[in-house]
């Protein structure tokens, strides 16, 4: 469920402090999934009164995956420190509104995430930012050397869906099977991920059951294995397929900004504008070399594929970008920082 992913995906970090912690829940939907999921003491407070039995003296901070409505209950009690953590680095408005002015502290991935509220036109304190990486990123691997170098090429093929909205949809698989010929013919093994959403969708549903069965052909023409199935989209994680690859082609969706980190080439496809349209809408596409589509047609695929799989000019300007967006962190204690912030935050001394 959505609620309890926007928690589980902080818990490994939580426990890092070195600290007991509880989870507060306000739903019995959320309580439900977050008692099925972790061993973390959960409670369920759903009324104003409940929350009084929690403002104890040893309590220090409380941290937020989302901006609930419901948030502001707890937030009225100004002896703690309020932190907003949020669930992903992304483009999208409502990652900069000016609601996240109620907390004491708004933790970020990197600078594009501070930036962003100037974008938007919401003023905001500069002393509320805390720049604190992306922790979940850390097991994602870096390249195996420049792609243009490699003797086989591994791409993932990551779509997302259509989304509640019509304004929502970026959703390339449409043109996915255009995409994914388009690999076959350069010789490239294929990793392919829907969102897991897109099974909701006839037309997205049967997108998927085609490339599916393009992959089932090829492996058994060329000896290429292909990743696919139930084994890239449940046995394996999103890193996974992320470590197996050596370049991704996606949509706008939460596993861009994740994939900057490997540094690896990277395809984001605009569904409904040109590139320069699209790069100034969601400006983590600087980092991408941009699939232009219109329905199931593609404009500029050979083009992009023959940079995404070869000479891959934009790696420097890649780079760059990878670090406006999840801070300029070292790789090999990367998830460090968000622990040793955390602590500081709550009057911790450091670890």
Known sequence: PRSAFQVTMWLPYLERLGVPFVLVVRTVPNFRQLEAATDHPVLLRRAIPDLE???????RGVFYVNNAMRNNHMVRYSELTHIQLLHGESDKPSSATPVIRMYDRDFVAGQAAIDRFEKFGVSMHPDIFRIV????????YGE????????????LYAPTWLGYQAETNYSSLAAGATIIQGLLDRGCRVVFRPHPYSSRDPELREASRKIRGMLEA???????????GALAEQEMSVVDCFNVSDAMISDVSAVVGDFLHSGKPLAMVSPRSGADEFVEEFPMANAAYVLVAEGSTLHNLDQVLDELTGCDSKREERLSWATYYLGDIPRENYADRFVQVAREELGLDPL
């Not at 039995?53 to 309590?59: D, E, K, N, Q, R």
């Not at 990486?133 to 994602?140: A, L, S, W």
Request: charged share 25%.
């Open 144 to 155: 195996r050397g420049p792609i243009g170098q490699l003797e086989d090429r591994t791409i």
């Open 218 to 228: 090829d492996a058994a023409a060329t000896g290429r294995e292909h990743l696919f």
């Open 53 to 59: 039995a929690l403002i104890v003296p040893t309590a």
């Open 133 to 140: 990486g992306r922790p979940q990123v850390e097991d994602v």
